[in-house]
């Protein structure tokens, strides 16, 4: 062999580690079979493709369909300083440091060094030192280090996939988080409304069994009136006290609970009162028939167990690499002498270029025994997957029911107390003509406020259905994914 190609000869082994470094044991993912629908079913009446464009256009902000620019203010009051929103953000912000830690163990490590050190020898050891040899000596080193594992079956590589893989599924929770929190926040909200309004109504109640209560006493104290129906008056009057006050109690409740999904301070959940706003009227708002069943598949949720199962499945790989050779080169350049004022000089000059292969031989079982864990942990992220996708089908049959189950019971309370308003003003004419006795005017006084109060319920049910549509379809959907 010639002397112009033994350099080459010599980089050879090299060539042939950098081709192997392309190789990566273990198995690539792959998106698992899942048996989807091919389509929303059509569950409501004839599609309202007026309400399908607002939702589009609405997007990522699909609150402001409500249209009340109050909990526009809210939900974005929320989203900056909530805790639990803030906590995913920083587990976002600790993925993405893990994820750079990972992929930097792919690369060269490379250190510099200064040492000196002064040593006297002993004259009684059992080697003397030469009398030409001066029994204290000085010595000084200046190098840099470099130091790489070769990554020959993608160890590093596969460590640095799980752990992108980690990252984003650390973004879909956030997003997840954020998705859950704009519902719960819009939620609470109209319970807010909703409490404000029935102890409106149970005020008003109060105030008029109270005048009823003193006019009937009058009536009693001068004959007119038998204690019997006094007493029942009388005790009318206190139930809507009493009912009035769980309702300020659970007005109360309300307000503290939004000032805590808002991320407000300790004082400001115990001394502020929210605001409140006056949203419009109850959007008409459907899930278009023909959408694709796959869309369902971007919900954060489901993307965050997907880069779970990524993660699992890419951490077999790394497992698997354990059983193989590594190989690690190490080297220095830099200086030595025993004058600090000669260790930057040509003469002191030195370097050291070493190769290293270790093959495990023996362990225990001890790499096995992590493959196979890693194989169960990725066997317990595919379930989760898998489940995870039945669920948020479920959650949006779920939701597509509760919106039509609370426009039904909305428009049948409003029938209701719409009844019970004429049936009230009858029984008022009956008992002035003498006719009905104050009791019978009573009884429908207290159905008239127990459905009133159901139908505020009622409505605030409605849109709270709306708010679960979109958390479970993970937000909006785009005009041209309908069919």
């Known amino acids: 062999m010639s002397k112009l190609k033994q350099p080459y000869f010599k980089l050879a082994p ?55 620019p109050l909990l526009d203010r809210l939900v974005d009051e929320a989203l900056a300083h909530n805790a639990d ?49 001066p029994r204290i000596q000085n010595s000084y080193r200046a190098t840099v280090d470099v130091a790489w594992e070769v990554d020959l ?18 973004e879909s929770a956030r997003d997840a988080v954020r998705l859950a929190l704009t519902a719960q926040v819009a939620q609470q909200y109209f319970a807010l409304l909703a409490a404000d309004a029935q102890e409106a109504t149970a005020k008003r109640t109060a105030a008029g069994r109270d005048e009823n209560l003193a006019l009937y006493r009058l009536r009693a104290e001068a004959g007119l009136g038998s204690e019997y129906d006094l ?145 169960a942990r990725r066997e317990q992220a595919l379930a989760q997957y898998r489940q995870a996708v039945a669920a948020a089908f479920k959650d949006v049959r779920d939701a597509l029911a509760a919106q039509r189950a609370a426009r039904d019971k909305l428009e049948a309370e409003t029938t209701r107390a719409a009844a019970l308003e004429k049936a009230l003003q009858q029984a008022r004419l009956r008992h002035d003509a003498g006719i009905a006795s104050r009791l019978e005017v009573l009884d429908v006084e207290r159905n008239l406020l127990a459905v009133e109060l159901a139908r505020i319920d009622s409505e605030r049910a409605a849109r709270a259905a709306l708010a679960d549509l979109f958390k479970a379809l993970g937000g909006g959907w785009p005009a041209a994914a309908q069919g």
């Open 153 to 170: 079956w993608g160890k590093y590589r596969r460590a640095d996939e799980a752990a992108r893989a980690d990252l984003l599924a650390a």
């Open 231 to 375: 007493r029942q008056i009388e005790a009318d009057a206190a139930d809507a006290r009493a009912r009035l006050a769980e309702l300020t109690q659970a007005r109360d409740r309300a307000e503290s609970a939004l000032a805590l999904l808002l991320g407000r301070s300790p004082r400001a959940v115990l001394e502020d009162t929210p605001e409140r706003g006056a949203p419009g009227a109850l959007p008409a708002l459907q899930v278009p028939a023909g959408l694709p069943s796959d869309l369902l598949l971007r919900r954060p949720d489901l993307q965050e167990a997907e880069q779970r199962l990524v993660a699992a499945n890419a951490r077999i790989g790394a497992a698997r690499a354990q059983y193989f050779p590594s190989v690690g080169l190490t080297a220095y350049l830099g200086s030595e002498s025993t004058a600090f004022s000669d260790l930057f000089s040509g003469p002191a000059g030195i370097f050291q270029f070493a190769a290293a292969i270790t093959q495990p031989i023996w362990n225990a079982g001890r790499i096995g025994f992590n493959v196979a864990a890693a194989e």
């Open 14 to 68: 090299l060539a042939a580690a950098a081709l192997l470094a392309g190789c990566a044991v273990g198995p690539d993912y792959a998106r698992p079979e899942l048996e989807l629908p091919q389509a929303w079913a059509q569950r409501t009446a004839a599609g309202n493709a007026a309400a399908a464009q607002v939702a589009d256009r609405a997007g990522e902000r699909w609150w402001t369909l409500y249209a009340d």
């Open 85 to 133: 929103a803030r906590v995913a953000a920083a587990r976002v912000l600790e993925a993405q440091a893990l994820a750079g830690i990972a992929e930097s163990d792919r690369y060269p490590t490379v250190t510099a060094g200064l040492s000196g050190n002064r040593t006297q020898s002993s004259l009684k050891g059992a080697m003397p030192l030469p009398a030409n040899i």
